[in-house]
């Protein structure tokens, strides 16, 4: 009885709440790491939690409302992640062309 129980249980998977709360603790590491962080790759990095962070979120709500809205918006957050990613390496390529590390205090670098 208590076997069946435990195996109904493992079946429907995590609840829609713990999704969200996983979704919280992402976003709240990324934006920890964004703002302690110097290396400008790392920042990169800890946006992209962040924006994964966001997706999990949407896809939890759009599961918790059945709706596909939510999986919708998750298509466009990915392709602004993906432009987001494109100028970043960009810049940083640009920066470690003119020095060895890539701090954020040295971004007043590339002016002029």
Known sequence: MIVAAVGDALKAGPSDNAYLVLATLIFAIGGV??????????MFMCIELMLNAVNLALVAFGRKL??????????????VAAAEVMVGLAILVAI?????????????????
Do not use: H, P
């Open 33 to 42: 790491g964004f703002l302690i962080r110097k290396n400008a790759l790392v």
């Open 96 to 112: 470690f062309r003119r020095r060895a590390e890539a701090n954020a205090d040295d971004l007043d670098s590339m002016s002029g």
């Open 66 to 79: 059945t709706d596909i809205d939510g999986q919708i918006l998750v298509f466009f957050v990915l392709v």
